[in-house]
């Protein structure tokens, strides 16, 4: 936090109060992707104006297994926000069909990401405000002053520019990501939400190389869960900053039930970091990755071959594209 006297019980009620006075009875708008920023974001605005908060959930088809059942689950059931969910996976795939460039990827996900929440809040009518979970060192990476402009990150979550919002809101702004974390273990935000590691604006989209389809997705998704789940099972989810599968797009020969297969091979990936501008590839144990292996190989039809990825950042950075 900028002012370092303010405890963050204190920036709550703070936080609270200029909330209410920005909004100013007027109707909120906030776009919630999964992450920790805009989960925390829509718990404090949620607790500052309840029901005149109205979050929107766009689900691209390329979140992790689960993840937009999860989201909807917790902020719509548990934390009784107003939640809307927008079922945008065809639409996605379709604009990505027989796109392999990483960046014109991101640059079609991240426009087609605007285009849904333009539709969407538009089609709620009257939505006076804009809150959004712009924290300090993305004001330091943009070089804005941080107050009416809309954060101009590359991240998809990036808010359209051609929308009239009477006043956009970003209480989060003075706060470093470990202060952001610690108001939502305050706010009572779900552990799994508040310690989330990074998980890339364009989604899988980005650890599925080339061209992405669903099939191709779908199988990504099954062996990403099943690697989350026993390294979390393992304990070490706490001291590794980020991990997860990529698919290549590469068949290699194998054999299963005594015949010859021909099917897609798959690549884990581990690092260590404090600011993830440089990285160390995790030193996980070797009898947790062969349970991962023969998990994978036995229970993610179209895979029959598992690598892990050692490199560190740099040479190579933490995705894959
Ligand atoms: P790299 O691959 O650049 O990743 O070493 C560094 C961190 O940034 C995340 N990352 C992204 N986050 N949109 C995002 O919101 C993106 O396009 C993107 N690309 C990489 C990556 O997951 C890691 O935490």
């Not at 590691?197 to 650890?207: H, I, T």
């Amino acid at each position: 936090m900028t002012n370092l006297k303010t405890t963050i019980d204190e920036f709550i009620e703070e936080a609270c109060k200029s909330i209410i006075e920005e909004a100013a009875g007027r109707p909120v708008l906030c776009a919630l992707s999964g992450g920790v920023d805009s989960a925390v974001c829509a718990m404090l605005t949620h607790k500052a104006i309840g029901d005149k908060l109205t979050c929107l959930f766009v689900d691209t088809g390329l979140m992790r297994k689960n993840e937009g059942d999860q989201v909807t689950a917790l902020f719509r059931d548990t934390y009784n926000i107003n939640l809307i969910r927008v079922d945008a996976e065809e639409r996605f795939l379709a604009k990505l069909k027989g796109i392999t460039d990483p960046e014109q990827k991101r640059m079609i996900i991240g426009e087609e990401f605007i285009r849904v929440f333009e539709e969407t809040a538009k089609s709620l009518g009257e939505i006076g405000c804009l809150v959004q979970g712009t924290i300090y060192p993305d004001i330091m990476e943009s070089g804005e002053d941080g107050h009416k402009q809309v954060k101009a990150h590359h991240n998809v979550g990036g808010m359209p520019t051609d929308i009239e919002f009477e006043a956009v809101i970003e209480p989060l702004k003075m706060l470093f990501k470990e202060e952001v974390r610690e108001c939502g273990r305050k706010l009572g935000l779900s552990e799994d939400f508040s310690e989330r590691q990074p998980f890339p604006g364009p989604g899988l989209a980005v650890r599925c190389l080339g061209e992405v389809t669903k099939p191709k997705l779908d199988i990504l998704r099954e062996a990403d869960a099943i690697y989350r789940e026993e390294l979390e099972k393992a304990g070490l989810h706490k001291e590794i900053q980020q991990y997860f599968a990529v698919l290549p797009g590469i068949r290699s020969v194998g054999v299963r039930n005594d015949e010859r297969c021909y099917e897609e091979a798959v690549i884990l990936r581990a690092i260590t970091t404090t600011d993830f501008v440089t990285a160390g590839s995790a030193r996980l144990p070797y009898e947790l990755l062969e349970l991962v292996a023969a998990r994978i190989t036995a229970e993610v039809p179209g895979i029959n071959r598992v690598a892990f990825d050692v490199t560190p950042k740099p040479p190579g950075t933490v995705e894959w594209e």
